[in-house]
């Protein structure tokens, strides 16, 4: 075998196009990784938010509430279950709810926003919501309150503004936090108000509350097999987490397809750099076949050098996007996800995936330039 | 008569009818033709003649880097021919040391790994190939300069590492294309003395090219070639 310290000098020999390949495998490594650690965060993120002992009920097969409808009739059968919550009152704590999109003016053009249609219970039921400045809207009103993330979005949307949708007026009375969870980025309206202005009878989901989250496991069993309805029940971490996991799928793909693209450069990269290494390296080469080296060990030692820079590239990379570990996105503005909070959260997988795609880099990069040089003949090389 | 009945040995290189033809497009080049040769083991034979004779050719077809047009090129009596291209490869690692004009030396490693570097072909140890380098430096007179780098050392200096090099593994033949093509007076003496040396102190057989009328005198014997043919 041609010893490795050979390459890696050799590499150290014309750092400055050695650093620079390095530094374009890295970029897109970092790309790579970074992306994957971010959707990671947004899973992690998303799916801490709700409380294990609220049920959300939508129906059967729905994925979201946007595209789930539930009958008044249902949310009424709901609250008669033994397992759900009182209230301070003694009422049930079931809650319909509606959820549509809402524009909204933003300068020339309309910003869709999720309005949800609540009732009083949909505020007791997640002690996460809390007003930190006006107070809640009226039962039977066109009052509405903000998520906090909204405020300022649009020229109305504040306290003491009226926002105008659905040919009606709706004065902001409110503004809410919610733990810089998805609620954030939602106006709350009265369920029936809404529904109205929308002709929209039922409620898209139901929210139920119940007395222990050791009740769940049966509650939903009862959810699924009562006839009068055909609904279903989940966890409220479990439906933020299924919303977390489409959003971050979706990152991950649009970020594996955008490293993709980068790697055929950066591969190029590596290709013209070990190009140039055998051209450069073309009389050693042609010493090295003359004393008997195998065409198969100047491959293989070509193809080494190719990998470690791949392997450096990949360190690079990978080292660069746990600085991101750092960073954290507040303002990500998807079209129903907007204002969410989240970081970039490292795996162990994360960072081998990192170095083995940098490695896979060079390795892809460097087959050709290594091919030609255990081709050479011999004598031409000596001679050159 | 007694004389008679002593077999000679046989030769270390044999060539038998050799011709080498190149093909430049539709014309073909005859370089070599109709090459008769026999290299005694142990025999220092230098070749000369003008740019352009074939004298480089010859020297690739004993040495098996290249292969003839017609004949048989013998060496350490096995027929060439017979081997493909990676049985040649293991078997020039085993039987031939190179001495190029341009000493050939990787400019990233020093004398010692230069030294090294035909050793990690054979099944020696890390310190038995330590041993062997030691020495071959020690021959050459380089042991001072075992972790200098070759831009480190006058051309000389580089051409002894180089014949270090052609020697550590203690091959049958040892091949110098102009080994003094690009070096003074006095480091073409130095390389000259050494091939002295190689010859009377290791009885190694030497087949050198050479332009320079005072390296053709320290061989034994000097081959004549003009325009392909053997004089
Ligand atoms: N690969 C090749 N293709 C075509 N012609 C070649 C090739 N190699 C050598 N020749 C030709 O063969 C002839 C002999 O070349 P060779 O290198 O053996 O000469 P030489 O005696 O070593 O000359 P010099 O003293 O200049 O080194 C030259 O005319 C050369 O142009
Ligand atoms: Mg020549």
Redesign the pocket.
């Given at each position: 075998m041609v010893p490795l310290f050979y390459n890696a000098r050799s590499l150290w020999a014309r750092r400055l196009s050695t650093g620079l390949t390095v530094l374009g495998l890295g970029l897109v490594v970092f790309v790579f990784s970074a992306v994957l650690m971010l959707a990671n965060g947004i899973e992690s993120a998303l799916a801490a938010g709700g409380d294990p002992a609220n049920a959300v009920i939508l129906r059967k097969g729905a994925t979201s509430e946007l595209v789930s409808g539930v009958e008044r009739d249902a949310v009424r059968i709901l609250a008669t279950d033994p397992a759900v919550a009182s209230g301070q009152q003694g009422e049930p704590l079931v809650a319909g709810e509606l959820v549509v999109l809402v524009a909204l003016p933003r300068g020339e053009q309309a910003m869709n926003t999720t309005a949800r249609g609540v009732e009083p219970e949909s505020f007791t039921a997640r002690p996460e919501v809390r007003l930190i400045s006006g107070r809640r809207p009226r039962p039977g009103t066109n009052e509405v309150a903000l998520g906090r993330a909204l405020v300022g979005s649009s020229p109305d949307a504040t306290l003491g503004g009226e926002l105008r949708f659905a040919q009606q007026r709706w004065p902001v009375v409110g503004v809410f936090e919610a733990g810089a969870g998805a609620f954030e980025s939602e106006l709350w309206a009265d369920a029936t108000r809404l529904g109205g202005a929308f002709n929209r009878p039922g409620y898209s989901s139901a929210l139920v509350r119940l007395r222990s989250a050791e009740d769940m496991a049966a509650f939903e069993k009862r959810v699924e097999a009562d006839p009068r309805f055909t609904l279903e029940a989940k966890p409220e971490p479990t439906y933020w987490a299924e919303q977390a996991s489409g959003l971050a799928t979706f990152i991950r793909v649009l970020g594996l397809f955008v490293s993709f693209v980068f790697s055929l450069g950066a591969v190029l990269g590596a290709m013209i750099t070990m190009y140039a290494q055998v051209a450069t390296r073309i009389a050693e080469l042609g010493m090295l076949r003359a004393v008997g080296f195998r065409r198969r060990s100047v491959l293989a030692s070509v193809v080494a050098e190719s990998l470690m820079l791949g392997a450096a590239g990949g360190l690079l990379g990978a080292l660069g996007a746990l600085t991101t570990r750092w960073l954290h996105v507040r303002t990500l503005n998807f079209q129903t996800f907007s204002e969410v909070s989240f970081g970039f959260t490292p795996t162990p997988g994360i960072l081998l995936g990192a170095l083995l795609f940098g490695t896979m880099m060079g390795l892809i990069g460097g087959l050709l330039p290594a091919l030609r040089a255990a081709r050479l003949?011999i004598?031409?090389a000596l001679?050159a | 008569m007694s004389l008679e009945a002593v077999p000679a040995p046989p030769p270390m290189v044999r060539l038998e009818g050799v011709s080498?033809t190149?093909?430049?497009g539709t014309v073909e080049?005859p370089?070599?033709e109709a090459v008769d040769l026999a290299i005694d083991p142990g025999a220092f034979v230098a070749?000369m003649?003008?740019?352009?004779?074939?004298?480089?050719?010859?020297?690739?077809l004993i040495s098996g880097l290249d292969q003839p047009t017609t004949g048989i090129v013998e060496v350490a009596g096995r027929n060439l021919a017979e081997l493909n291209d990676r049985e040649l490869s293991d078997w020039r690692a085993a039987h031939v040391g190179f001495v190029f004009q341009l000493y050939n030396l990787i400019p990233v490693l020093t004398a010692a790994e230069n030294v090294e570097l035909p050793l990690l072909l054979t099944p020696l140890s890390r310190a038995e190939r330590r041993k062997h380098v030691a020495a071959a430096l020690d021959v050459v007179g380089l042991s001072h300069r075992v972790g200098h780098r070759p831009p480190q050392m006058s051309g000389g200096e580089q051409q002894r590492v180089a014949i270090a090099r052609a020697i550590v593994t203690d091959p049958d033949l040892i091949i110098a294309?102009?080994p003094t093509g690009d070096l003074d007076r006095k480091a073409a003496e130095a390389v000259l003395d050494l091939f002295g040396v190689l010859h009377h102190d290791l009885h190694k057989t030497l087949v050198m090219?050479t332009?320079d009328p005072h390296a053709a005198e320290r061989a034994e014997r000097v081959h004549h070639?003009e325009k392909?043919v053997l004089q």
């Open positions: 003949s004598l031409d001679r | 080498k190149y093909r430049r080049v370089v070599l070749f003649g003008p740019s352009g004779s074939g004298k480089s050719t010859l020297l690739n294309d102009e090219v332009h070639l392909g």
